[in-house]
T-cell receptor, first 114, second 114 residues
Framework: NAGVTQTPKFQVLKTGQSMTLQCAQDMNHNSMYWYRQDPGMGLRLIYYSASEGTTDKGEVPNGYNVSRLNKREFSLRLESAAPSQTSVYFC?????????????FGPGTRLTVL | LAKTTQPISMDSYEGQEVNITCSHNNIATNDYITWYQQFPSQGPRFIIQGYKTKVTNEVASLFIPADRKSSTLSLPRVSLSDTAVYYCLVGFMNYGGSQGNLIFGKGTKLSVKP
């Protein structure tokens, strides 16, 4: 099992460009999440999908959109990138039963917006 | 959402036991206490979770007093490879629902020296 995979690993954008970050998990998890992590900071939740077909805003949703394409895939879209969105983006998934707060994280996407 | 407070940094030496305490005065009845570990350029990794008293697994122990207003992560006999940032989280992700959230603070940066 690959766990949680993210593409791309690195990306450089110009201000105003758009892009979609892809995330997939092969653990049959119900819930998926997108976080951002800025230097020296903890992770902040952008959006999450508690189950297939639902999405909800997290702590910092402005400037982002998400799509839960199916149970495996959860994408994050930046419609018009801004320098303030320069960050490392992590996708995570979880299966609530048993350990309600155990999330499995992907390797991250390092995004720079010029 | 319960806010957590933990030390910004800690130093230790190889072979020592390390205890990181987290305070969460307004923890709710349904909240679990969860600890994650993060190495540079990687996503966080689940370490341990508990609700009350003591929980032990192959890598750590978690001590939770009766009032649950604090918790202590104990790492026995640390090695250089335990150098990482440790996050204490309090919350509850409801299965299949939209309630619940987890907040990652800035964490505790543990440095283990030879």
């Amino acid at each position: 099992n690959a766990g949680v995979t993210q593409t791309p690993k690195f990306q450089v954008l110009k201000t105003g460009q758009s892009m979609t970050l892809q995330c997939a998990q092969d653990m049959n998890h119900n819930s998926m999440y997108w976080y951002r992590q800025d230097p020296g900071m903890g992770l902040r939740l952008i959006y999450y999908s508690a189950s297939e077909g639902t999405t909800d805003k997290g702590e910092v949703p402005n400037g982002y959109n998400v799509s839960r394409l199916n149970k495996r895939e959860f994408s994050l879209r930046l419609e018009s990138a801004a320098p303030s969105q320069t960050s490392v983006y992590f996708c995570a998934s979880s299966l609530i039963a048993g350990k309600p707060n155990e999330q499995f994280f992907g390797p991250g996407t390092r995004l720079t917006v010029l | 959402l319960a806010k957590t407070t933990q030390p910004i940094s800690m130093d230790s030496y190889e072979g020592q036991e390390v205890n990181i305490t987290c305070s969460h005065n307004n923890i709710a009845t349904n909240d679990y206490i969860t600890w994650y570990q993060q190495f540079p350029s990687q996503g966080p990794r689940f370490i341990i979770q508990g609700y009350k008293t003591k929980v032990t697994n192959e890598v750590a122990s978690l001590f939770i007093p009766a009032d649950r207003k604090s918790s202590t992560l104990s790492l026995p006999r640390v090695s250089l490879s335990d150098t990482a940032v440790y996050y204490c989280l309090v919350g509850f992700m409801n299965y299949g629902g939209s309630q619940g959230n987890l907040i990652f603070g800035k964490g505790t940066k543990l440095s283990v020296k030879p």
